[in-house]
């Protein structure tokens, strides 16, 4: 059961960071097309890139995991709820400043986090390869 879950989960991840990248993008390029692009919080949120990039960092991680760990479900869900909350105060720039920042810092606080998790279980799998 452990096994199902886990590629289940997986499969979400990686449905979810194709659906920010392909879908989301195109979007927010054709509406600010005639709008000047910004180096803030707002605009690099607000792309989607950050979160498909820790969607596809939390697919890797769950992917090397022998079962389904619901820590890295709740992050990303947690990263999407906050990029909602950005998307919907985009247009009042003090909400936005605040939920756009926050975004940005979890996305790349978990990113951090389940990165150096990935490379630590693909070691004990490496480990444990040359033991058997």
């Given amino acids: 059961m452990n096994r199902i879950l886990a590629q289940a989960g997986l499969l979400t991840y990686v449905l ?4 920010v990248l392909l879908v ?11 709008i000047a692009a910004e180096w803030s919080w707002r ?5 989607g ?12 991680r ?10 890295l479900l709740l992050e990303g869900l947690a990263a999407i709820l906050v990029w909602m909350f950005c998307l919907k105060s985009f247009n009042y720039p003090p ?6 920042a926050l975004h940005v810092g979890l996305c790349v606080v978990f990113g951090a986090v389940n990165l150096m998790g ?9 480990r444990a390869r040359l033991r058997a």
Wanted: proline share 5%.
């Fill in 95 to 100: 909400q936005a400043n605040f939920f756009c």
């Fill in 24 to 34: 989301w993008i195109p979007n927010f390029v054709v509406v600010n097309a005639q």
């Fill in 16 to 19: 979810a960071a194709i659906a």
């Fill in 62 to 71: 769950q992917s090397v995991s022998p079962s389904f760990k619901l820590l």
């Fill in 43 to 47: 605009y690099v949120a607000a792309s």
């Fill in 118 to 126: 990935y490379r630590r279980d693909v070691k004990q799998i490496d």
């Fill in 49 to 60: 890139i950050p979160l498909g990039l820790l969607l596809t960092i939390i697919a890797a």
